[in-house]
């Protein structure tokens, strides 16, 4: 079992940086791929970056390319999202998400374990 908490959303101005941190509970945080999706109004919830168990591997999806970054830390049993260069459509409620295994491709893959969720504000 793990628990997820995310923290760090709030309100920014266009072309600003914010950093989410997703505190996880449990032994096994470090056997987990681990993910961050957001959920847009009237949007479907879409996958934005993941990372694998160690963090060698690291994959984002096209429009936050170059702009996210994604780490983690095994030793604080922590993720991060690293956000520049923020946009009006980066928008969104963000999640973190834990799964037990890296996927073929970021849409395939199974995230069993969910955070509640924290609010990023893009706006003038």
């Known amino acids: 079992q793990v628990q997820l908490v995310e923290s760090g959303g709030g309100l920014v101005q266009p072309g600003g940086s914010l950093r989410l941190s997703c505190a996880a509970s449990?032994?096994?945080?470090?056997?987990?791929?681990m993910a961050w999706f957001r959920q847009a109004p009237g949007k479907e919830r879409a996958i934005v970056a993941r990372?694998?168990?160690?963090?060698?591997?690291?994959d984002y999806t096209d429009s936050v390319k170059g702009r996210f970054t994604i780490s983690r830390d095994n030793a604080k049993n922590t993720v991060y999202l690293q956000m520049t260069s923020l946009k009006p459509a980066d928008t969104a409620v963000y999640y973190c998400?834990?799964?037990?295994?890296?996927?073929?491709?970021?849409?395939?893959?199974?995230?069993?374990?969910w955070g509640q969720g924290t609010q990023v504000t893009v706006s003038s």
């Open positions: 998400a834990a799964g037990p295994r890296w996927s073929a491709s970021m849409t395939s893959g199974r995230y069993d374990y």
């Open positions: 449990g032994r096994t945080f470090s056997s987990y791929a």
């Open positions: 990372i694998n168990w160690s963090g060698g591997s690291t």
